[in-house]
């Protein structure tokens, strides 16, 4: 049973980062395929972005090159570096994990984006303007 823990959530002003960092244990992290989504406030979850087992990643339009997801497996962390935050960034960020085994990437994505795999307990992000 794969248990995650984020944190480095907070409030912040626009224009400034935040780093938020999702710990992994119970599972072998480096067969994984990872990834962070959020929940706005009165708006459904949305991928925000997503690391394969062999670095290959994706995002969201709207957080291409202000993000970046990476991932440590040796620490089984996941990171996501928030650069250039705006307040449309306001959400509640949750990361996700499926198990890579007999999993495409595709499919992994799929059960991720209907709730399936593992999921941390969300930490709060508030960009104000």
């Known amino acids: 049973q794969v248990q995650l823990v984020e944190s480095g959530g907070g409030s912040v002003q626009a224009g400034e980062s935040l780093r938020l960092s999702c710990a992994a244990s119970g599972g072998r992290y480096s067969n994984y395929y990872l990834g962070w989504f959020r929940r706005a406030p009165g708006k459904e979850r949305e991928k925000v972005a997503t690391i394969n087992s062999d670095g290959t990643t994706s995002y969201k339009d709207s957080v291409k090159g202000r993000f970046t997801i990476s991932r440590d497996n040796a620490k089984n962390f996941l990171y996501l570096q928030m650069n250039s935050l705006n307040p449309e960034d306001t959400a509640i960020y949750y990361c996700?994990?499926?198990?890579?085994?007999?999993?495409?990437?595709?499919?992994?994505?799929?059960?991720?984006?209907?709730?399936?795999?593992?999921w941390g307990q969300g930490t709060q992000v508030t960009v104000s303007s």
């Open positions: 996700a994990a499926v198990n890579g085994f007999g999993v495409s990437a595709i499919e992994a994505l799929s059960i991720m984006a209907r709730g399936g795999g593992y």
